[in-house]
């Protein structure tokens, strides 16, 4: 059974960094894309990040372009986001997902992802 384990959010004042992690089990992911998503209340969910199996391409939404970088330990089938000059704006649950597919894309859009995991919460104090 695929399961995504996420850990590593809190409570950070703003300016602050955290560095999320995302594990992955049940099958190796060596091979799929693997992406971050959030979600604030009353908001939709949306894209913050993704990487390609390879590692070669990259993306971020721009709000976080500078500030956030994600990466990926293949080895260890997981997945991170290192989250630099937090900003209250970025409180959200943050998700990380991967897909079945084994083309070497960093898909920005929800649907192309099969597994999502619980969550962890970020909150960023002004």
């Known amino acids: 059974q695929v399961q995504l384990v996420e850990s590593g959010g809190g409570l950070v004042e703003a300016g602050g960094s955290l560095r999320l992690s995302c594990a992955a089990s049940?099958?190796?992911?060596?091979?799929?894309?693997m992406g971050w998503f959030r979600q604030a209340p009353g908001k939709e969910r949306e894209f913050v990040a993704a990487?390609?199996?390879?590692?070669?391409?990259?993306d971020y939404v721009d709000s976080v372009k500078g500030r956030f970088t994600i990466s990926r330990d293949n080895a260890k089938n997981t997945v991170y986001l290192q989250m630099n000059s937090l900003k209250p704006e970025d409180t959200a649950v943050y998700y990380c997902?991967?897909?079945?597919?084994?083309?070497?894309?960093?898909?920005?859009?929800?649907?192309?992802?099969?597994?999502w995991g619980q969550g962890t919460q970020v909150t960023v104090s002004s």
């Open positions: 049940g099958r190796t992911f060596r091979y799929n894309a």
């Open positions: 997902a991967t897909d079945q597919n084994f083309s070497d894309s960093a898909w920005r859009t929800r649907d192309e992802y099969d597994y």
């Open positions: 990487i390609s199996w390879s590692g070669r391409n990259i």
